[in-house]
Structures are given as structure tokens and as C-alpha cells.
């Protein structure tokens, strides 16, 4: 059964860095930052930021028609978004289930200071995994944040990416 990654996580709290790590494990990684980036250019550079969720939407769906065919094809699948509600997630949950595979939440944890930290060393990059985050939007996301609840399959990536693969492994197996 093919496993579907969802990655949970703030804004820079490091899913892509897992997401590409998984991909080299063999993944499919599906990223929709980088396709509204392809599409559509930089936030706030390219087009208003106020337009992004505008933008955004159809690409989500997309994306999940895509997850959906990938499971379906017996791919394991790394999802590279946010997935902050928990009914973004159960959503996602039960179109991996619907399409043949087995869904797990990877919740990645950060604190706002580490996340701040990160943050201004990525504010200066201008790739598609750099949306800019100021102060303000990050207490905002952090109020908009539903963290994984312990009804949810979930495996909390503690920094180490072998501890990680092999417990999807081992999640995979059983």
C-alpha cells in the first residue's frame, strides 16, 4: 500500500528540506508553492499578496488530483504544504484512503523564535520556497495553526531525516 506523507508544519518549520529529503528516498514530492511560483511568479513581487489565496486555490486542486492519480499508481507520495487545519488534513487523509493508500501526518514543530530565525535567513531568498513572512503574518499563522491532535496518526520529526525514514518504513510495512 502506497504511502501518502502529509507534511504539517508552519512556515518555515522545514518541509520542503523533508520533502526533497524524501524524494530522494523515492517519493513523489508535490509542492504547491513551487507550482503557484511557476505559474504565477513571486508573492508580492509578481502579483499582489492579497491575490495569493486567489491563486493558490485552483493549483491545491491540482495538486490533489495528482496525489490522488500517484496513490492510485502505487507511488508513496510527499505532500509539501502546510496543512494547518485539522480539516485540511482529514480531508487529505481520506483522499489518500479513497485512492488505495496509506495516509500519514508528519508534523513538523518549530517555536516562534526558531521560526523568526529561520525566517529572516529565508526572507532574503527569491525561490519559490520563499514566500516573505513578516512578524505580523507569523502571529497571525500561529493563531490560524490547529496542531496535530493525538487522535491522528501522527510522526513528530525530531531534526533527524534516518529516524524519520524509517519509521514511514516501518509504517509502510505493517
Known amino acids: 500500500m502506497p504511502l501518502a506523507v ?3 508544519g508552519l512556515t518555515g518549520s522545514g518541509k520542503t528540506t523533508v520533502a526533497k529529503a524524501l524524494a530522494d528516498h523515492g517519493y513523489i514530492r508535490l509542492s504547491v508553492d513551487e507550482e503557484v ?4 511568479g513571486r508573492y508580492g ?3 499582489p499578496e492579497h491575490t495569493y489565496f486567489e491563486r493558490e486555490r485552483p493549483v491545491v486542486e491540482a ?3 495528482r496525489f490522488i492519480k500517484e496513490i492510485e499508481a502505487g507511488h508513496d507520495v510527499v505532500l509539501d504544504h502546510g496543512l494547518w487545519r485539522r480539516n485540511e488534513r482529514d480531508d487529505w487523509r481520506q483522499a489518500a484512503r479513497e485512492a488505495g493508500g496509506h495516509p500519514l501526518v508528519v508534523y513538523l514543530p518549530a517555536d516562534r ?3 523568526l530565525r529561520r525566517l529572516t535567513e529565508r526572507n532574503q531568498r527569491e525561490d519559490a520556497n520563499a514566500l516573505t513572512v513578516t512578524l505580523e503574518a507569523l502571529d497571525d499563522f500561529f493563531a490560524r495553526f490547529d496542531p496535530p491532535a493525538e487522535d491522528e496518526e501522527v510522526i ?3 531534526g533527524e531525516l534516518d529516524e524519520l525514514v524509517a ?3 516501518s509504517a509502510g510495512s505493517s
Open 6 to 8: 502529509l507534511l504539517v
Open 156 to 158: 513528530v520529526y525530531t
Open 113 to 115: 523564535e526558531e521560526l
Open 45 to 47: 513581487v509578481d502579483y
Open 167 to 169: 519509521a514511514l518504513f
Open 37 to 40: 511560483h511557476r505559474l504565477h
Open 63 to 65: 495538486t490533489r488530483e
